[in-house]
């Protein structure tokens, strides 16, 4: 209800009259957010969220108390956002969205794992000026740092096919992307289920990910303390939740492969 009493959807309704392309617009990805959050309501998805929004929000506060790592609190928080924006992205069928949210979260766990390996690189991170910053802490820096460490994810090489991925599918190209395209995703017939769960693989992955960054650059900056143990704790809720999108992810890669394979066959026969 807004301010004068009126539900978003007499509000749509209103707006209708005035302005139809822009209320149609809104009312589908409405409709997809109320058909998608009733399909999940007491699902493993949105119950492995709940737990990590809680688990963030409490770490943003361990951080913000913590005398050496309050000067990154304000990364866990901005976390937090990625995260809720992701979530309400897929919900409305905007996935795209929640692909560029969850770039901006590889590239804080990637520099939170460059001040576990490297904690100097802390302050000269935080008062460097823009240029000096992103010369040394442009996301390729990070990653290369990261391999010359051994640090995992980047053990075997600095190359990121997730992170070229995102940036990829964000920048303009003739390129058409199966997964995460611009706009808005009707998630119609079993691909397109598929399809529309997409976000909810990138939130859990990169929520995975982001929790091990934290519980490394603890483990070097804070051992033994409150705040170490905190990110040691499990989440089971949403440790389900990722196994659950991952089995989905290989479903629809395989579909895709399927699809791929028989449009070569089909090439083959005609030419």
Do not use: C
């Not at 199966?178 to 769960?197: M, N």
């Amino acid at each position: 209800m807004n301010s004068d009493g009126l539900s978003y959807e007499s509000v749509l309704s209103q707006l209708a009259g005035e302005r139809p392309r822009l209320a149609a617009a809104l009312e589908r990805a409405e409709k997809q957010r109320s058909r998608r959050t009733a399909s999940l309501l007491t699902g493993a998805r949105l119950k492995g969220v709940e737990e990590l929004l809680q688990y963030l929000d409490e770490l943003a506060e361990a951080f913000r108390a913590s005398p050496q790592l309050s000067r990154l609190a304000f990364l866990v928080a901005r976390t937090l956002a990625d995260f809720e924006t992701a979530v309400e992205a897929t919900l409305s069928g905007y996935l795209a969205v929640a692909a560029d949210a969850m770039r901006d979260v590889m590239e804080i766990e990637n520099l939170l794992l460059d001040f576990a390996v490297n904690p100097d690189h802390i302050d000269e991170w935080l008062a460097s000026d823009d240029r000096t910053r992103m010369r040394k802490f442009m996301p390729v820096k990070v990653r290369e740092r990261l391999h010359a460490a051994g640090q995992a994810p980047f053990t075997t090489s600095a190359e990121s096919i997730d992170y070229r991925g995102h940036s990829e599918a964000l920048h303009v190209s003739p390129r058409q992307y199966p997964v995460a395209r611009k706009g808005f995703s009707t998630g119609s017939g079993v691909a397109g289920d598929l399809e529309a769960d997409s976000g909810f693989w990138e939130i859990f992955e990169h929520g995975r990910r982001l929790h091990l960054a934290l519980r490394r650059l603890t483990g070097v900056l804070q051992p033994g303390t409150p705040v170490h143990e905190l990110t040691e704790r499990s989440l089971s809720d949403f440790e389900d939740g990722w196994e659950r999108t991952q089995q989905m992810q290989q479903v629809y890669l395989a579909l895709i492969e399927a699809a791929l394979k028989v449009h070569a066959e089909q090439e083959g026969e005609s030419s």
